[in-house]
């Protein structure tokens, strides 16, 4: 994030639970939520669920940017892998921007059955 600062775990713990709230009230997921903290302020999921990052002293995010990034969020339906900049594809984490579509988890199935399928063909000796 741009001109980082430090603020309290405590801090961030208490913008979590808003923002799983106002979440809600919306009908997203709090996993979103979590799943923005785990890209932007890099909470790993157990640290998340434990909420042991809210005795932090010291964490490296600026709230009131995380928040500009939530509220367009629950405002304008951005997508969370559009907030984060980044999503997790197959084995990779892609770059992703409003520029480029976000790759669904379906495209993952589809390579699957494509790897079967020339195996199968390759087994069978239709290529050669």
Known sequence: MIN??????????KWRNSAITTGLDKGISPRE???????LAGVDKLTLRLESFKDYQEMT????????LW?????????????????????????VSDAVLIPRPETEILIDLVI?????????????
Do not use: C, H, M
Request: aromatic residues 8%; glycine residues 4%.
């Open 71 to 95: 509220q367009k969020r629950l405002q304008q339906r951005v997508p969370i892998q559009y907030l984060a900049g980044r999503t997790p594809w197959r084995n990779f984490t892609l770059a």
């Open 116 to 128: 079967e399928s020339a195996n199968q063909d390759l087994q069978s000796g239709i290529l050669s």
């Open 4 to 13: 980082q600062q430090l603020t309290s775990g405590i801090a961030l713990w």
């Open 33 to 39: 939520v979590d799943w923005l903290l785990q890209e």
């Open 61 to 68: 995010i600026v709230l009131a940017e995380l928040d500009n």
